[in-house]
């Protein structure tokens, strides 16, 4: 997947984070455990994008080692 899909999904989750978060006081238990939910999905795609970045940078090291060669 492209760099792009991730950065549009941590963004767009992290707007409807940052207005749950807002409201996190007036949440009553059941929205408590989406807003729990939405935090660990926002984690998970960050995780998902520093992998992506991490291997997309070996490839392109591994690659001009390769071509040196």
Known sequence: MDLKFYIY?????????????FFFDQMGEPSKLIFYAVTSWLLF???????KVYRDRQAKKDKGDKQEK
């Open 9 to 21: 999904q941590i963004l767009g989750v992290g707007v409807i984070w940052a207005g749950m978060a």
């Open 45 to 51: 795609l960050i995780v998902l994008f520093g992998k």
